[in-house]
């Protein structure tokens, strides 16, 4: 990147490594030195959470409102009901009005630890594209909408194109997604003065159709940057870790196991995951991922607690790490651990070794639970599982079990 920006918001996108790609960096660069710029990002309420994968956009939003301008969480209450088909193999499955909102309802709520919500100029606002999409008369979007859009250029976007390339079939339904999502960048300019789509960069075609229907239908001058798609140093898409989402609302992952997500980082990721994830200062953050050896380690505990501090508060921050002592250095069994709960009926029935590991989530399968143990990588208390036909009953449940898969993953059962 040769561009050398004069706004603060430039600097920390192109410094910090969350820029791909930008419209117009001059003119998107001289907007946020003379004024307020609203900027909106758009998430579709696919489910009660937004997990890590969504999180290098919620710091962009964050940064944003750091840097003088006005962040827009637009909710695709509308949208969601269509599903981007953007890089998926097949269509997403249609949810429920009453599940959507739910949906939202569970996003909101992470929102707040991120963004200040108000009514100032530079306060961030909580829209749903629903207020204008679901009242929309079909025939009228067509004539005064639909006209604007060449199908050839829909048809050559690479999210499309991957998808035909394929012989995947694409329905109507979802082709109509990058039409509604460019009109919405469109009212958000008409009603709030919206300057700024931001986005992965799977979204650079619908963020530039957004762009050009600004412009046909009012005249507006508007822009986009995107951030890169983050995987992993090896390879792996970011949201993910082994057992299943990294998800950002307490009530679905526990901070302890957020944090220890963070902690486990791969040594190569944790300088560039500073820079994105925490407030750190970029020369710190370049310090911290060139540590090599034990030192590294103490660097991925700070890389946790900066992220788990901004998600789910210090506090919280400072409790996982403390159960990680104890659990790590100590071999307690931590008060914060994630806890699977077994009813009295079960119990009395007996629960398996195998059983137990599935139903803690530690293992994918009793195949996988089997493979576990005969690798010696299960533990109960501490103590190594050689035998996969081990069952347990109430009298064991006595005091909490303490499972553990590999090293690092730990998970109570208690009795309820």
Known sequence: MTYHPKSDFMRVMIERGFLADCTD??????????????????????????HVGSLIQIMMLRWLQKCGGRPIVLMGGGTTKVGDPSFRADERPLLTPAQIDENIAGIRRVFTAYVRFGDGPADALMLNNAEWLD??????????????????????????????????????????????????????????????????????????????????????EV????????????????????????????DM???????????????????????????????????????????????KVILANEVTAL?????????????????????GVGEDLPTVRVSAAEAAEGLGIVQLFVKAGLAASGKDAKRLIAEGGARVNDEIVTDAGLRYGPSHLVDPLKLTAGRKRHVLVVLD
Request: glycine fraction near 10%; proline fraction near 2%.
């Open 311 to 331: 998600c789910h508060g210090a506090e919280a921050a400072a409790a996982a790490e403390a159960t990680a002592r104890e659990v790590f250095e100590k071999g």
């Open 223 to 250: 822009y986009g940057l995107t951030s890169p798609l983050l995987t992993t140093s090896d390879g792996k898409k970011m949201g993910k870790s082994a057992s299943g989402a990294v998800w950002l609302n307490g």
């Open 135 to 220: 009242g929309l008369n079909y025939l009228d979007f067509l004539r005064d909408i639909g006209r604007h859009f060449s199908v050839n250029r829909m048809l050559s976007f690479e999210s499309v194109k991957s998808r035909l390339d394929r012989e995947q079939s694409l329905s109507f339904l979802e082709f109509n997604y990058m039409i509604l999502q460019a009109y919405d960048f469109l009212e958000l300019h008409r009603r709030y003065g919206c300057l700024l789509q931001m986005g992965g960069s799977d979204q650079w075609g619908n963020i530039v159709n957004g762009i050009d229907l600004t412009r046909r239908v009012i005249d507006g």
């Open 25 to 50: 960096y001059q003119a998107l660069d001289e907007a946020f030195v003379k004024g307020i710029v609203p900027g909106y990002i758009g998430f579709d309420a696919t489910a009660k959470s937004l």
């Open 253 to 299: 992952l526990s901070p302890y196991e957020f944090w220890q997500f963070w902690r486990n980082t791969t040594d190569a990721d944790v300088g560039r995951f500073l820079k994105l994830y925490t407030e750190l200062p970029v020369e710190e953050c370049d310090r911290l991922g060139a540590l090599a050896g034990s030192e590294i380690n103490a660097a």
